[in-house]
């Protein structure tokens, strides 16, 4: 589940929850009940959930279409990104854009540490309200976890 209003964001996936308020990330491990608190660094080479789901590729990526797919009984465009700034810590970024709906259904991204991770839209609503206290962690929903404030 991902939560986007500005610059704030909200991602849930498997094991951890992310929140950004626009100036502190707060990162909850749930296997290890501890949240590490940071401060946003705008010069930081990561991929937010703005960013993937905009067109940030414009500017900062190498892009390619690659051959057309068909995933979950649908057709898919893949696009292959690879970033200008080789010192960014993926070098490759896979977006395979729904063909009928035009609307991106999944982003895989490969980052030089080997992981990979794939961010799939199982649905979108783009005109939801949704309150700012979505993007602030509330250490009272959490009992127990340990605070790491790397501010």
């Given at each position: 589940?991902?939560?986007?209003?500005?610059?704030?964001?909200?991602?849930?996936?498997?094991?951890?929850?992310?929140?950004?308020?626009?100036?502190?990330?707060?990162?909850?491990?749930?296997?290890?009940?501890?949240?590490?608190?940071?401060?946003?660094?705008?010069?930081?080479?990561?991929?937010?959930?703005?960013?993937?789901?905009?067109?940030?590729?414009?500017?900062?990526?190498?892009?390619?279409?690659?051959?057309?797919?068909?995933?979950?009984?649908?057709?898919?465009?893949?696009?292959?990104?690879?970033?200008?700034?080789?010192?960014?810590?993926?070098?490759?970024?896979?977006?395979?854009?729904?063909?009928?709906?035009?609307?991106?259904?999944?982003?895989?991204?490969?980052?030089?540490t080997g992981n990979k991770f794939t961010y799939s839209v199982t649905g979108m609503n783009t005109t939801a309200p949704v309150n700012d206290t979505q993007f602030v962690f509330d250490a009272k929903k959490y009992p127990g976890a340990e605070v790491v404030d790397l501010r």
């Open positions: 589940i991902v939560y986007m209003k500005g610059n704030k964001y909200r991602v849930s996936i498997t094991g951890q929850e992310i929140f950004c308020d626009g100036s502190n990330i707060s990162t909850y491990d749930r296997s290890a009940n501890e949240v590490t608190i940071t401060k946003v660094d705008p010069s930081a080479n990561s991929l937010t959930p703005q960013k993937i789901f905009t067109n940030f590729y414009d500017k900062d990526f190498l892009y390619k279409l690659n051959q057309e797919k068909t995933v979950g009984g649908k057709k898919v465009q893949e696009i292959e990104l690879t970033p200008i700034d080789k010192s960014k810590p993926f070098f490759k970024v896979l977006v395979y854009v729904d063909k009928a709906s035009q609307i991106i259904s999944s982003t895989k991204v490969f980052e030089k």
